[in-house]
């Protein structure tokens, strides 16, 4: 018998944006975690923008409390907006769909404005952003893969990577490696994880947590790795998954035979 534990939870109120720590988050109806990913910062044509366009997106840090949405970095005073903000309604493109959210306002515009380089605004969508055909809004890896994958880098000469390298929604512990891609469903008793398909990477595990710079690892290796397992495949680490149940929290088990 295995026993899979959720070692680490957490959500990325901003999309390419900084995470948040939790020990509990709020299960939607849409499969994904409550306020994970529900705001997007837009550009002038009011096109998502991610730190593939804008590197230095990952040394902006996010906070919440009870009621406000904060936003800091390195250099610059903090800036804070209430989660349930009024503003004006603006309609964005994300993959080329298109989503209604309502605009932060213009203080959070002209922060990130100067903090990332460029004319940019913040737009709430709400877990309407979750809500495509064929979405699997979770994102799960387990420290079993983390820890393979730093020995790799390690043994070759390169420096060892955070979970946060690829903006996890859950860290699973207790796990061999790659037993993500293994289980078709984790059952915590009041909750489920419903994993649907393994996680294709981007260059963004590539971007340094610490400067923003890029390099050229973790990512050519996770594709080596990729290609040596039973099913070869792109480079991939971590699963894309769907929710089901109230709420997830740390330390939740699920047995598996």
């Known amino acids: ?49 991610w730190q593939g366009d804008i590197p230095r997106m990952t040394l902006v840090r996010v906070s919440l409390d009870a009621t406000n949405l904060g936003l800091s970095m390195d250099g610059m ?13 603006a309609t ?3 993959y080329k769909r298109l989503f209604p ?3 932060a306002g213009d203080g959070v515009a002209a922060w990130l404005t100067a903090a990332l380089g460029q004319k940019l605004r913040l737009v709430r969508v709400g877990d309407a952003a979750h809500r495509w055909d064929g ?10 893969s983390l820890t393979a994958l730093n020995q790799a880098l390690i043994e070759q000469g390169d420096s060892p990577v955070r ?3 690829f903006r996890p929604n859950v860290v699973l512990g207790g796990a061999e490696p790659w037993s993500e891609e293994q289980y078709p469903t984790l059952d915590f008793g009041e909750a489920r994880i ?15 947590l610490i400067d923003a710079s890029r390099g050229k690892q973790p990512l050519k290796l996770i594709g080596r790795l990729s290609r040596q397992r039973p099913a070869a495949r792109p480079a991939s680490f971590g699963t894309y998954c769907r929710a089901e149940g109230t709420a997830l929290r740390t330390g939740m088990e699920a047995r598996l035979a």
């Open 194 to 208: 419903v994993l649907r398909e393994p996680c294709v990477r981007c260059e963004l595990p590539n971007i340094s």
């Open 92 to 94: 964005i493109s994300v």
């Open 101 to 103: 959210g309502i605009d």
């Open 135 to 144: 979405l699997n809004p979770l994102h799960v890896l387990s420290d079993g």
């Open 77 to 89: 005073s903090p800036v804070s907006i209430p989660r349930r903000h009024d503003g004006a309604p």
């Open 1 to 49: 018998m295995t026993t899979l534990s959720i070692r680490e939870l957490w959500i990325y109120p901003i999309k390419s944006l900084g995470g948040v720590r939790v020990a509990e988050a709020a299960i939607t109806s849409a499969g994904s975690l409550e306020l994970d990913r529900e705001w997007i910062v837009v550009d002038s044509d009011n096109h998502k923008v």
């Open 163 to 165: 979970a946060q390298n």
